[in-house]
């Protein structure tokens, strides 16, 4: 088995739940989605579609689930490709440890009505300037390896 490789910085000081997450790769014409995240301190920033995986819910469920919600998109699971862990802080102050999945998912169709993010907006990216611009490493590894496969 593998080890899962393990990204972001683990402050001394926080105590980071770790958290079922899922997240996925959504290729068209090149480029992959990506939501710009914007708060309402001016904070913005680039993450894969994905999250939280809610209690009763597999990994593929809530990455579908995700997409839905934050970009407005309805896929489908092709593949898991990579398993990532992320520490990090959200915005509410939480520590977390995302322990990862991420997927190669295909498009269903463009759904707005599922669309319940307000500060989520769908973008579309070259994927090695994605590699750049995603906030939590785990994401932009999680890219390369997708190119990888």
């Known amino acids: 088995m593998r080890a899962v490789p393990q990204f972001g910085e683990r402050r001394s000081d926080r105590t980071y739940v770790d958290r079922p997450a899922a997240f996925g790769i959504?290729?068209?014409?090149?480029?992959?989605?990506?939501?710009?995240?914007?708060?309402?301190?001016?904070?913005?920033w680039h993450d894969l579609p994905g999250g939280g995986v809610d209690e009763g819910e597999t990994a593929a469920q809530g990455v579908m689930r995700e997409f839905g919600?934050?970009?407005?998109?309805?896929?489908?699971?092709?593949?898991?490709?990579?398993?990532?862990?992320?520490?990090?802080?959200?915005t509410d102050g939480d520590a977390w440890n995302n322990r990862?999945?991420?997927f190669a998912l295909d498009?269903?169709?463009?759904?707005?009505?599922?669309?319940?993010?307000?500060?989520?907006?769908?973008?579309?990216?070259?994927?090695?300037?994605?590699?750049?611009?995603?906030?939590?490493?785990?994401?932009?590894?999680?890219?390369?390896?997708?190119?990888?496969?």
Do not use: C, Y
């Open 26 to 44: 959504l290729e068209r014409g090149g480029k992959i989605a990506l939501v710009h995240i914007v708060k309402t301190d001016g904070a913005s």
């Open 100 to 102: 990862g999945e991420f």
């Open 69 to 90: 919600e934050e970009a407005g998109l309805k896929v489908a699971v092709r593949s898991s490709f990579a398993l990532a862990d992320q520490f990090f802080i959200n």
């Open 107 to 149: 498009l269903q169709a463009e759904q707005p009505d599922l669309k319940i993010e307000e500060d989520h907006t769908l973008v579309w990216m070259e994927p090695s300037a994605a590699i750049s611009a995603l906030r939590h490493d785990s994401h932009a590894w999680a890219v390369a390896a997708w190119l990888r496969t």
